[in-house]
């Protein structure tokens, strides 16, 4: 369902992009021709032009980032009416697609994490390898990476960097993080990489010290866990019995996030004629794969990003859709309201 060994694609010319695990993501779709789906992370659109290949589909796209959307039209235009790509956080993906009147849909799909072309930008800060401001958001709304630093306190910067980042030197970065803007403000990738650098030694072989740090930001600044996990339940609200979700993760709390749901969604209660009588509710996933697939060597070889990808995939079941609380998958941290208001 990808491009062909020429890099040729149905829609939209050469494909500038095969997102990982990107067959055995579609082929966990299992596609029908004209089928409707959900590219929930847009980026490139290497998920879309494989979804519209198969005969009659339609694909509606959704992307937070304003520069991927403006970069859809050559795409938009050669699918002759059959993609729609909408700015948007993809855990409205439910509503999106009801606006353009689609009240149940066949699949979903979801790339999770930042995209090459956003780490590659220096203005967009999301990178240390290239100076630029401390933004890091993804949608360009909202507090940037450097408001964060500014505002928060050592405290709920050790718990963002610590929970977000897995960094095991989070106290001594919030430390250090909040003595040197107490001199100046930390306002460019380069300066907050240098002061994690002071308190963070990596050996050689071993990721840039500042590599969790900015993890962490950017996923507080962008609230992505709490994205996934809406979009988790929205997709369970739009896709039709039979509809499947796919999910690409790279980092192992969005994995959490994702078995977390599916596994509690899927679960079934075996009920013993000795025990008191359980109410159960009905599964409203079947789990496509049990364990999750990853990417094989040559994959691997091929884009070192994949080592950590996990796929996961499950069919929506006919069961009505359950009552959804956030809170009860995401880690306990400060909100990002709460900490532009100071506490």
């Known amino acids: 369902m990808m491009a062909g060994s020429d890099g040729s694609s149905v829609a939209g010319g050469p494909a500038r992009h095969v997102p990982v695990l990107g067959r055995a993501a579609l082929d966990a779709l299992n596609l029908r021709d004209g089928g409707i789906y959900i590219d929930g992370t847009f980026g490139a659109g290497g998920y879309s032009r494989a979804i519209l290949e198969a005969a009659g589909t339609q694909v509606v796209a959704i992307d937070r ?58 203005e967009r800060g999301f990178s240390f390898r290239l100076d630029g401001p401390l933004d890091m958001r993804m949608g360009g709304e909202g507090p940037s990476a450097a408001d964060v630093i500014a505002r928060a306190s050592e405290r709920d910067l050790a718990d963002i960097i610590f929970q977000l980042g897995e960094e095991r030197h989070s106290r001594a970065v919030a430390r250090a993080i909040v003595a040197a803007r107490k001199q100046a403000p930390i306002e460019t990738t380069r300066s907050l990489a240098g002061i994690v650098e002071r308190v963070v030694h990596a050996r050689p072989g071993q990721i840039h010290p500042a590599t969790r740090t900015f993890q962490a930001l950017r996923m507080f600044v962008n609230e992505e ?46 009920v013993s004629r000795h025990m008191p009588e359980v109410e159960a509710e009905t599964p409203t996933f079947a789990l496509v794969n049990r364990r999750p697939i990853v990417a094989d060597a040559a994959e691997i070889a091929a884009n070192p990003r994949a080592r950590s990808a996990k796929l996961r995939a499950a069919e929506r079941t006919a069961a009505p859709p359950r009552d959804f609380d956030p809170a009860q998958l995401l880690p306990r941290l400060p909100s990002l309201d709460d900490v532009m208001r100071g506490g």
């Not at 699918?79 to 353009?100: C, H, I, M, Q, W």
């Not at 009240?103 to 979801?110: H, I, K, N, T």
Request: overall charge negative; hydrophobic content about 50%.
């Open 225 to 270: 866990l709490n994205e996934l996990a809406e979009a988790l339940a929205a997709a369970e609200r739009i896709l039709k019995p039979s509809g499947r979700l796919a999910v690409v993760s790279f980092h192992s709390l969005e994995d959490r996030i994702v078995k977390t749901f599916l596994a509690e969604r899927s679960r079934t209660v075996n």
């Open 65 to 122: 980032d304003q520069s991927a959307v403006a970069a859809s039209a050559d795409l938009v235009a050669a699918a002759n009416g059959r993609l729609t790509v909408v700015e948007e956080r993809f855990s409205a993906l439910d509503e999106v697609a009801k606006k353009f009147g689609h009240e149940q849909v066949d699949g979903v799909v979801l790339d999770i994490g930042v995209s090459s072309m956003q780490l590659d930008e220096a």
